[in-house]
Nanobody, 122 residues
């Protein structure tokens, strides 16, 4: 099973930028769909952005136009560049690796990073 480690969070002022990174080890990174989620206190965990194994990207509305997700299969990493940050972006951000199914069998379960705190001050 894959092991995810995410990092890059911190405290920034509104309008600032952060770049989050996530590394997957112990699995075949290139075949996983990857995503970033976030969860604020008292809120449900929500999708921020995703990128498929084929490189197709999707963005949830709150970050669209400000955030960019990318992956580097050679380094087993997925990143989230966040620009023009707003206080409402404050949350714990989690990297997610999607499950892998082959021949009708689950060969790798989905996995989550430990989370990295992003705090945006006004």
């Amino acid at each position: 099973q894959g092991q995810l480690v995410d990092s890059g969070g911190g405290l920034v002022q509104a309008g600032g930028s952060l770049r989050l990174s996530c590394t997957l080890s112990g699995s075949m990174f290139s075949i996983h769909d990857m995503a970033w989620y976030r969860q604020a206190p008292g809120k449900q965990r929500e999708l921020v952005a995703s990128i498929t194994s084929g490189g197709r990207v999707n963005y949830a509305a709150p970050g669209e136009g400000r955030f960019t997700i990318s992956r580097d299969n050679a380094k087993n990493t997925v990143s989230l560049q966040m620009n023009s940050l707003k206080p409402e972006d404050t949350a714990v951000y989690y990297c997610y690796a999607g499950p892998v199914v082959a021949d009708g069998r689950l060969v790798a379960s989905g996995s989550w990073g430990q989370g990295t705190q992003v705090t945006v001050s006004s």
